[in-house]
């Protein structure tokens, strides 16, 4: 089975403080993802990654960036947290390239972030 | 673009009667879907997936959907609901951005099941 772990399930920052999230996946996929996930909203693509150090804007980039420097980890960082990136963050990992039509992505239990 | 549609932010079942969660497609080609399924405090997990092979599709815990091109539907059903299927459901719909399989997810359907 796809494990995807990520660092903490509750998180509680101040404003202004440098946040990391950490993501892990244990099944040599290519591709990593980061979504928020906000009620009625659904969820959101932050930042995706399709290699090591390669990365690309997802729909709502303002106000975080990413590093993937091993293929298994994904990190989300918070620049300067503010009160509105409240809000349960997930990450995902899937096969990627040549799997086509069919890439699945897999979820980790996500990370419950407050910022107060 | 592509965008999907979640009819219903909210639907109540009693256990043992049919599940209906509705969901409209919108996709300027041959769309890839999916229903996902959130239960409290943990990850979405995949219920099934379409890809252009049979249109009635089969998932897990007896979920299936069906793939209505016509109508640009992908609802989601289940003959008879456990307590057990109390949880959110994201109808998703894939995207290729620069040659990479994107999804954009529904707003979700909470599922509700009394005894």
């Known amino acids: 089975d796809v494990k995807v772990t990520q660092s903490s399930r509750y998180l509680v920052k101040r404003t202004g403080e440098k946040v990391f999230l950490e993501c892990v996946q244990d099944m040599d996929h290519e591709n990593m993802f980061w979504y928020r996930q906000d009620p009625g909203l659904g969820l959101r693509l932050i930042y995706f990654?399709?290699?090591?150090?390669?990365?690309e804007k997802g729909d709502i980039p303002e106000g975080y960036s990413v590093s993937r420097e091993k293929k298994e980890r994904f990190s989300l960082i918070l620049e300067s947290a503010s009160t509105n990136q409240t809000s349960m963050y997930l990450c995902a990992s899937s096969l990627g390239l040549g799997s086509g039509r069919s890439d699945t992505q897999y979820f980790g239990p996500g990370t419950r972030l407050t910022v107060l | 673009a592509q965008s999907v549609t979640q009819l219903d932010s909210h639907v109540s079942v009693s256990e043992g009667t049919p599940v209906l969660l509705r969901c409209n497609y919108s996709?300027?080609?041959?769309?890839?879907l999916f229903w996902y399924v959130q239960h409290p405090n943990k990850g979405l997990q995949l219920l099934l997936k379409?890809?252009?092979?049979?249109?009635l599709v089969k998932g897990i815990n007896g979920f299936e959907a069906e793939f209505k091109k016509s109508e640009t539907s992908f609802h989601l059903t289940k003959p008879s609901a456990h307590m057990s299927d109390a949880a959110e459901y994201f109808c998703v719909v894939s995207r290729v951005n620069t040659g990479f399989q994107k999804l954009v997810f529904g707003t979700g359907t909470r599922l509700l099941v009394s005894p």
């Open positions: 990654s399709y290699d090591v150090k390669m990365k």
């Open positions: 996709s300027s080609y041959s769309p890839s």
């Open positions: 379409y890809t252009s092979a049979a249109t």
